[in-house]
């Protein structure tokens, strides 16, 4: 891609990968149209930004309608959709296929690592409590195991396998298996 291509042009190609993206959900498309119409009414007038913002349209249609009656009003209306984007959504602007290829251009040999951003992996979206009530109930069962070996606590086998019983197939085999193993030291 030129440098000479306009933020029209950027646009057109980048709009199949915007409308496709779930990290665009409804509360940052709003933030955009309210952006173009607060900052730049001449873009978008209080009644298109009420259309873009009707919530009984789903928001990927929403998006699309706003991409395309923004590639209708011309070049700076593109430049500040995507002034709006990197305001809101950075981490999407800078995936966003025009800006991968831009950077991809720009140093064609990776040579330049401090301009590669380091990408956030996510396990999983529940949240540092899910991962705390999950690391509680395994450091809990690992101390009932290892400390209710003595006669203090009595036997653990049992407790072990009822707790057993939410777990999934492999989990529970491997607890089952090293609860087995302990009765048989004893």
Excluded at 44 to 66: C, G, W
Excluded at 70 to 92: K, M, S
Excluded at 110 to 119: D, G, L, Y
Aim: aromatic residues 10%; hydrophobic residues 40%.
């Amino acid at each position: 891609m030129a440098d000479i291509d306009g933020y029209h042009e950027q646009l057109q190609r980048d709009a199949q990968f915007l409308c496709s993206d779930r990290r665009l959900h409804t509360e940052l498309v709003d933030g955009l149209v309210l952006q173009l119409n607060r900052i730049y009414p001449q873009i978008l007038s209080d009644k298109e930004a009420h259309r873009f913002r009707n919530l009984s349209v789903p928001t990927k249609v929403r998006l699309a309608m706003l991409l395309k009656h923004l590639q209708a009003l011309g070049e700076e209306a593109c430049h500040e959709f995507y002034r709006g984007l990197h305001i809101h959504a950075e981490d999407v602007y800078f995936s966003l296929p025009s800006r991968v290829r831009r950077r991809e251009m720009a140093d064609p040999k990776w040579t330049n690592t401090v301009a590669i951003r380091q990408e956030r992996y996510v396990l999983n979206d529940r949240g540092p409590k899910f991962f705390l009530s999950c690391f509680s109930f395994a450091a809990g069962l690992a101390m009932l195991y290892y400390y209710g070996e003595g006669e203090a606590l009595g036997s653990t086998g049992q407790i072990l396998h009822c707790s057993a019983a939410g777990l999934s197939s492999g989990a529970k085999d491997i607890l089952i298996s090293y609860i087995e193993v302990g009765t048989r030291n004893k």
